[in-house]
Structure formats: structure tokens, C-alpha cells
DNA sequence: TCCTATAAGTTTGATGCCTAAACTTATAGC
DNA sequence: GCTATAAGTTTAGGCATCAAACTTATAGGA
């Protein structure tokens, strides 16, 4: 959105900064003169942006280009592999999970905890968390590199703006200043934290791995649905930063009772403990036990799991169909348990859509199956802080610089 | 898709001019003192804008402004009321309408003419709508006043990027070109033309008109039932630009079957004509007759007809609520239809958009009325024109100095 | 081996827009 | 009519871009 701020020759080369480091991003490594053309600016101003980024490890210079033909080669520039890291952190119900990632995406660095963050106090949590922040920044130090932020993902409803946690039901968490906690308990004065949704995350970095679509919705379900929205490559989070809470959408208004208040919402009909249920695999195993069962009774057209993935494939449709009608997205992303069940789910859900989507006619929706496991969510928070300053690196090269 | 262009002074320049007449917009008349204390610009520089802008007829300076104590008085500026215009156009199931709107938003002229457009061919439509343009660009060359675009809103799914009608159900029209018809067909060679959705053409009128919220969901029920989204004080798309619809969510599996080939469809089960049959005041008069009907009866506490406003109002809260989850909306506006039956729906609406709305519980949702009457969508249509130059004046200003 | 054509990257001067600060104009209060 | 204050304009300077000239590097042919 357009800022009401008045806008300098300063802007001119932030916006421009940007759309230069975003060519470079580019893995197969462009040189100064190639950047010029494909940006539209001119072969001096690109050298210009590009030392500065250069003296601010954004990026590198790689070897000259092989080219066919008379003339000298250019030196194909990258994003610089020691350049600023991002940090990922990722609050679970039953684990916390950390880890660190280059400006390119590569992991770099990974912890993964088992950890009961349900019963001690989110204070107690939060100082675990914070210990695990000051381990990875001390292996950034190990490793010689600066980390640029910090990204948080957590189970609940985040504001936006302010970085505090409304409501984490799984967690039993309300109130929470997660951003302001872990800033003042691990001493990041200087990193700029996000603090997220894990859906949303784990939409991000669906959207960041590989070549994917710029426009989709990416659901996944473990204990609640959450779904992240992906709207011409940025991520759509409603006002106050509340957005994508599908898993309280109507699917059948005689359905079983939620404790939300209603009937039938989509968490309830059409969530992992359900299918579980109607596939009679539900008992106190572990949850990762009980889906390694369920994928085996179907691999084994076990009739009881199928009918039951099937049922929650087509309440899946139900919902999503109201999602992409409203926001017009030609594609559905399963990510979660959803991604391991999508041999099953993909074709009833794809049939549903396609039956109930208005525009289905000129773009048919495409239903695909995530190919991140479980730490989508980590890999999304950190990913937030390195593409905060891929971005708009103009602010973190005058800071570097200064 | 948004090409990356980059940037230079004639950016800052467009940038600012932007900021600044949008600062000019407020009615209660600024002067260049108080815009560049506003904008955070010098004196200089919105003395400059405001020239060329002034130039370009876009702005004029008003008296001098009373203020107690010393100094020299401000002269106030003003959106120029003889500035460019807007020229709206809506092709209705049974009328058409235009009109010709300032820059102030005030309506200037406008045209209301009866016609069957769903019998004759678009092709012969598109002709009488052409005439009708061509009256209101002589009557806008009378009054002396430049057409700086035209808006031409249709009840049908329009890919916004190239402005064909993919399909309007109710008219019967299947991929018409109507911007490029009508360019032809009324030389307009000049003039800018966009093609929209009406539902979310009653949304910007209702956005643009008077101080109301800039996050809303408009909801307009006459013959379908469609949504425009507003978000940030701007139409929320789609990737398409068919986005809104919301017709088709699914209320109730066990609902009538809609001809879209699902059962229980928000239009079959809330729309005008299912309210009406369940009032009991379905019959061959025309439309508005069965619709004042049926607010005398409500008026009169006839218990059917409060008994189907209320079921409309509950169906309603059950399709928007998943709109409200989603897109995380403070506010439902009610338009169309919808606001004349306001005083029946809002109250058993917003109690069922409460118990279902995960976030309410932090930013309760408000129902309001629209204000505006059935003609929202040529208003906003001819509105979009000359928002547009409102959005971004430098290219109108340079194109009219040149 | 040297020359020529070609292309990458750098240097230089011009342009355009913004800012700061000085300057001019206008007004109230004394 | 003088002073203080505020609006609006003028002027000098800064900054980022661009165009064009220039330097550097390379392939291929004489």
C-alpha cells in the first residue's frame, strides 16, 4: 500500500536497491550489464547499487561468465552465502524447533527440541525459547556470520502490528508479548523479530521453495486447520494481522458441536483427530504413530480409512471453495499431515472444487501437495527475516555501511 | 502481473503529487503551509506540485482562510469542482444508467433509462450503451468539462486485467469485450475505460462516500447475491480479478439445489427471491413492488415475512462469517436490498457473525447499512474514473500540460 | 603477433526533483 | 506605522539517475 510519506532521491535507490538484489537472486548468477538490461536501469547505476551491496555482504562477486562470441565477460554476481542469516524459531505444542538460513534459503544451522510448552507458564517457555535463540546466535558467531532477524512461529492468533499473541488455543496461551519477551530475554536489541502465525509461515516458505505458484492457499492440519494465504507472492493477513481462520468455517450446520459455540466447523469434520476417528485408529498412541497407521490401512484400500479420507477431502472442498471463490485462487497447496494424506485427499478435494468454483471454467484450480515436511514453519520464520532485507535492503546497507 | 519498473526522479515527483492532492481532497480546504506541514514535504516543493496540478486544472485556490492571530493568511486549495470528470456506466439486467461525476465526488449529471438488456444481443446493448455515452460526452463538452475516464460497471465476472465479461448469468453474456466495444463503438480513443464487477463497484461508492470505515465487506443481494471487499481503502480482486463471489458458499448440504449444480447455495437460500417466497409475497408484479410488499408486511410483524428475514439473516451470518474469518473485516456493510432490510437483518446477522467469528472477541464486527440507494454502482463506477486520477495525478497533469 | 569488433564495466557531465534557508508578501496587534 | 508572525517564492546545493564517452577484456581473423 502506498505510504503517506513523502518520498527523496533516497527512495528512488531503496526501491531500486531492491529490484537489483532481486535480479541477483536469481541463482544463475547474472552480471552487472545483464542486471541493467533485465531491470531497465543503466550499467551505471546497477554498478553503483551493486558495490554498495557488495561492501554490505549482500552480495558477491562469482567467477566471469562463460559466453559464446567476441567481447568481455561479465562477473556474474550472488547472494553473498556468508551474508546476513536469518533466525527461525518455532514454538510447538510438543517441541521447539530453531534454525538458521542463508540469503539464498539454504539451512545452515538446525535444533529441533522435544519439549512440553502446554504446561509450564509461557514465561518458563519463553526463557527456554530464549536459551535457544543464544545458542544459534552463538553458532552464527561460530560461523562468522551477522544475523539479520528473527522470525517466531507459533500456533495462535498474532497481531500484526505489535507482535503480541491474542490466543493460542493448543498451547493455552492468551496475551502473550512473544516479540517483546524473547527481545528483552535473549538481548536482541539490534534483530528486528517477527512474530507469526505457523500457517502463514509455512505458506511462505512453500511460496520461497523452488518454483511454486506466486497465488495460492496452502492449508494444513495437525491439530487445528490454519491456512495461509498467498496473494501475487506476499502473504494476505487480513486487517490486524488475523487472517486465514478456516478452521471454524460452517461445513455442515447438524455437524457435531465445537467448542467454538457452533456446529459443524470444518476443524471438527474435517480435522486429523477426526479422520483418525471415523477410520478407528483413534487411541492414545502418539499422533505420529497414529498417522504412520492410517497411511498404511490406506495403502491397503483399508475401506473404513478411505471413506473417511474421502469424507474429509469433500468437507475440505466445502470450505475451500468459499476460500477461492472469495479470493480467487487457482491453486490449493496441502501442507501438514494433508500433504502425506494427498495421494487420497487430491482427487475428491480437486473434484469438489472444480464443481463449486464459479471461475473454475477459465482457470481450473489445481490442488497439489506440498513438498516441505514437517518444519515448513521454521524454515518460513527464518526465510521472513532474510526476504525482509532481500526485500528492501537499502535500510540494512545504510545501517551496515554507517 | 506487476511488472518490476524502476525508479527515478519523475517517480518522486509522481509519488508526491499523489500524497499532496490527496491531502488537497479534504473538503475543508488546506493551504500549501498546511499540506506540506501535513505531508511532510517543504513549502517549495508542494508549492511546485500544486502549480503544475493547478496548471492541469486539477486544483484551484480558494478565498483566503480566517485564522486568529498574525501572519499572512493561507489561500485555501480545493479539487477543481470544472476538473476532469467521471463518467459511469451500468448495464443492468432491465436498465441502464450513466453518470457524470467531479473530482469532489459530487454527481453532475446523470441518466436512468428503462431497457430490456437481457433479451436483445450484447451486440445491440453494447450500441445503445455507446449512444448513451456518446450523450454524456456532449453534455460534459457543454458544461465545459474534460471526461478524464470512463467506468462501466456490468453483473458479471470481468477479468480486470484485460476488461472482458467472462460470463453474466443474469444478462446471458458469455465473453464480451466490452471495453474494447465500447472504445470503438463511442470513440473513445482518449479516454481510459475500466470494466468491473458491479457488486464491487458498490463497494468503492460506498468506500469514497462520506468517512466510513476503510476494511469492509459490502454485501449487495438483488437478483444473485455478490461481495465486494474492500481492504486498506482498496478493492480486494483476486489474481483475476474475479474475486468476491460469494453466491455459491454452501450453507446447508441438505439445502434446495442451485442451478451452479451444488445444493444450498447463500443465493438460493438468502437471496431476494427466497426471502420473498418464504414471506409468502412471491408473485408475477415486478420486483420493487414484491420488495416494498414485503417491508410493510415486516414493518406490520407479519410472522412469516420476520421469520424468512430472519433465516436470510442467519444464512447470511453463516456464509459471511467464513468471509470475516478469512479476510479478518471489522465491518459488514449491507447494500442493495440488503439495506432496506436492514433493520431486520442487522441485529440476528451481527449475533450470529459474533458467536462465529474466532477474532471477534478482540475487535467485535460491526453491521451497518449502506446509505447509499440502487444507484451505488454507476456512482462508483464513474468515481473509479476519476479516483484513478485522484490515485495517481502526475500522468494526467503531464499529459495535460504537454 | 597484432588488429578489429564487440561487450562489460567505469567515469564524467547533465538533468530533475527535493531540501534548507533566505527572501518577499501579507496580516494582527499595538 | 512598527513589530512579530506566518504564507508563499526564490535560490543554492545535494543526490540519484541517465547518456555518452572511456577503459578493459576477449574472440577471431589478418
Redesign the interface.
Known sequence: ??S??????H??RR??SA?VL?AIADPSGHSRAEIAAR???TKA?VSSLVDRMIGANLVVEGAAAVRPGPGRRGTALYLAPDGPHGLGVEIGVDYLATCLIDLTGEVRARWLHSADNRTPSPARVLSRVAKAVRTALAEAERMGVRVGGMGVAVPG?V?SATGIL??APNLGWREVDVRGELSRRAGLDEIPVIVGNEANFAALAELWQGTGPR?FVHVSGEIGIG?G?V??GGL???????????????????GPACP???RGCLERVAGQEEILRQAGVLDDREPEELVTDLLERLANRDRKALAATRSAAKSLG??L???V??????TVVLGGTYARLAPWLCDPLRAELT??V??S???PIEVIASTLGSEAAVHGAAGSAVRAILADPDPYVTAVLA
Open positions: 500500500m502506498s503517506p510519506q513523502p518520498a527523496g532521491q527512495t528512488v526501491h531500486n529490484l532481486n531491470t531497465g536501469l547505476t492468533l497481531e491474542r490466543v497465488d491456512a494465504i496473494v501475487d494476505f493477513e487480513g486487517v490486524f494481522g488475523f487472517g486465514g481462520e478456516i478452521g471454524h468455517i460452517m461445513v455442515d450446520p447438524r467454538c459455540g457452533s466445502v470450505a471453495s468459499g476460500v471463490n472469495l479470493l480467487d485462487l487457482p464443481q463449486r464459479v471461475s471454467e477459465w482457470s
